[in-house]
């Protein structure tokens, strides 16, 4: 489509590098070319970038143009985000790096596999629970595998038993890799040090984090973040009526999924007791534990973002510079974002004092 807004070619292509290449290879460099958020993209945005042209990633869920169109097919799609782009009003997803990609990759990966290691454990169980045999107190332990074996059942559970402890086993060795890997590239990382003093987020916890939510600068408060990651409550309104519903349970799942087991911990911290406790009286528990999460995303904002403009340490005779992170107090003169717990102080240069 040119400037005027009249189409120039419109065809279905096979999403196959040797077809599409001849036809974007043709277009000049710096051109934007849309395309909606499906399954399968990165390959797409690497090719973009490769031939110079400028990626746009459609955000599905806002595109109404194409959403609440009578006459659906791809053809039409296609016009109408090409239009969209043309005028400016195309509602866009951010383009995570290449490395943030493949670290969501990596920590998604982690996560399917201890959910097969959970499916297989609640399996046992199962089987166990069917047979009236109360369960071990620790069951997969060394002594709880070695009461396990030694039990007396016929062919049919032993077999299932037997299947699903030697997948246990088989598992422990990818994810052991896999938290190896991770331990490794979150040591380096400020970002995770600093959100690790939250009470209730690990290194785990932090890395999904720092994943998910990538560059913080597209946050410019705490409130949009909760409302990206779907921990915001739901307005109807109005005129003078205005209703709330549930949480919208928009965005990455990863990070509700995240937050809310790190509440369970957090729930219990002074920092949050009082607040939950209070919550939970009015409201029942579980919509205080969400509560909890959502306040525990808006202080990672004040966290990632004073971490990301504070200026840098100044450097001592050692060269060396120090990053202390506490929790609430700190030593009088300091200054601190409200709700942050992150203090960036320079390293006191060595040599007598005056």
Not at 41 to 56: I, Q
Not at 141 to 151: I, S
Not at 171 to 200: N, S
């Amino acid at each position: 489509m040119d400037d005027a807004g009249v189409p120039q070619r419109n065809r279905n292509l096979a999403n196959d590098l040797a077809k599409l290449i001849p036809v974007l290879g043709a277009l000049s460099p710096g051109t934007p070319v849309a395309f909606e958020a499906a399954y399968g993209w990165g390959w797409l945005v690497d090719l973009l970038e490769e031939l110079e042209l400028e990626p746009h990633l459609v955000h599905p869920s806002r595109c109404k143009a194409i959403a609440s169109a009578r006459l659906k097919n791809d053809k039409v799609d296609a016009a109408s985000l090409a239009q969209l782009l043309r005028a400016d009003l195309l509602p866009e997803a951010w383009i995570a790096p290449q490395a943030t990609r493949d670290l969501r990759a990596l920590l998604c990966h982690r996560a399917s596999l201890v959910r097969m290691g959970t499916a297989c454990k609640n399996r046992v169980h199962a089987v166990l629970a069917d047979r009236g045999i109360p369960g071990h107190s620790s069951l997969w332990t060394g002594p709880g595998r070695a009461w396990l074996a030694d039990l007396k059942l016929p062919a049919t559970p032993r077999g299932i038993i037997q299947d699903g402890c030697g997948l246990l086993d088989a598992l422990t060795t990818p994810i052991g890799r896999l938290e190896r890997e991770i331990a490794g590239l979150a040591k380096p990382d400020p970002r995770v040090q600093a959100l690790m003093v939250l009470p209730g987020v690990g290194r785990l916890t932090a890395m999904t984090l720092v994943a998910e939510i990538g560059d913080i600068a597209r946050f410019p408060t705490a409130r949009k973040l909760c409302a990206w990651a779907g921990l915001t409550p739901q307005v109807r309104n109005s005129d003078r009526k205005v209703g709330h519903g549930h949480i919208t349970k928009q965005g990455s799942p990863w990070v509700r999924g995240i937050l809310q087991e790190a509440a369970q911990t957090a729930k219990r911290h002074p920092m949050f007791a009082p607040a939950y406790t209070q919550l939970a009286r009015r409201r029942g528990t579980d919509i205080a534990t969400t509560a909890i999460a959502r306040r525990l995303l808006a202080r990672s904002v004040h966290i990632l973002t004073q971490l990301e403009t504070a200026p840098a340490p100044e450097q001592a005779s050692t060269g060396r510079a120090c990053v202390r992170m506490s929790l609430p107090t700190r030593p009088p003169g300091l200054t601190e974002q409200p709700g942050s717990g992150l203090t960036v102080m320079p390293t006191p240069p060595s040599g007598p004092r005056s």
